[in-house]
Antibody, heavy 122, light 106 residues
Framework: QITLMESGPTLVKPTQTLTLTCTFS??????????VGWIRQSPEKALEWLAL???????RYNPSLGSRVALTTDTFKNQVVLTVTNLDPEDTATYYC??????????????WGQGALVIVSS | DAQLTQSPSSLSASLGDKVTITCRAS??????LHWYQQKPGKAPNLLIY???NLQSGVPSRFSGSGSGTDFTLTISSLQPEDFAIYYC????????FGGGTMVEIK
């Protein structure tokens, strides 16, 4: 059974760095075809993909966030850590990590965490 | 990146109705198009991947079609549990989501 869970702070100040941890079980990130992605949802319900790490260590990032977003993977701990630098109130959202459905073609997310609400405010 | 435009942004329908939601891509994306359902307070749930492939465990009243730039999600007979927001997502050019379609009770 595949599960994912996000953890991290709820309230962060502008200009600070956000660190969120996705802890997963039921799959290995070294299995061919899988991956873990981060997606956020604004209070207005818009979904925005942030980053994706593949089974082979390849990483992809949303270019609209520039160099503000980075991933760190610990395959032994089954964790993927997302960092977002230089936070702005516009970064207020629910942050989800999700399992990339095993595929050599499509990046669709078939299992999601419950989401972590992050509020950026002074 | 390819941008996705969903229509309508919301719709009202009755139980048993056939519902169709469209998703148009700003460039050709082959069949790299996926559909999700989201209920209040929950994470999105994958319904369709690769434009027309039903995800395991999803009722057969859901179907997807399309290729290139125009895609459709169809619910053949609307059930009470189908009232939700539906999103399309593409993974051909970057990874982007449509703006969502809210399906409400008439």
């Amino acid at each position: 059974q595949i599960t994912l869970m996000e953890s991290g702070p709820t309230l962060v100040k502008p200009t600070q760095t956000l660190t969120l941890t996705c802890t997963f079980s039921g799959f290995s990130l070294t299995t061919s075809g899988v991956g873990v992605g981060w997606i956020r949802q604004s209070p207005e319900k818009a979904l925005e993909w942030l980053a994706l790490v593949y089974w082979n260590g390849d990483e992809r990032y949303n270019p609209s966030l520039g160099s503000r977003v980075a991933l760190t993977t610990d395959t032994f701990k089954n964790q993927v850590v997302l960092t977002v630098t230089n936070l702005d109130p516009e970064d207020t959202a629910t942050y989800y990590c999700a399992h990339r459905r095993r595929s050599d073609k499509w990046s669709a997310f078939d299992y999601w965490g419950q989401g972590a609400l992050v509020i950026v405010s002074s | 990146d390819a941008q996705l435009t969903q229509s309508p942004s919301s719709l009202s329908a009755s139980l048993g109705d056939k519902v169709t939601i469209t998703c148009r891509a700003s460039q050709r994306i082959s069949n790299y198009l996926h559909w999700y359902q989201q209920k209040p307070g929950k994470a999105p749930n994958l319904l369709i991947y690769g434009a027309s492939n039903l995800q395991s465990g999803v009722p057969s009243r859901f179907s997807g079609s399309g290729s290139g730039t125009d895609f459709t999600l169809t619910i053949s007979s609307l059930q009470p549990e189908d009232f939700a927001i539906y999103y399309c997502q593409q993974s051909f050019a970057g990874l982007t989501f449509g703006g969502g379609t809210m399906v409400e009770i008439k």
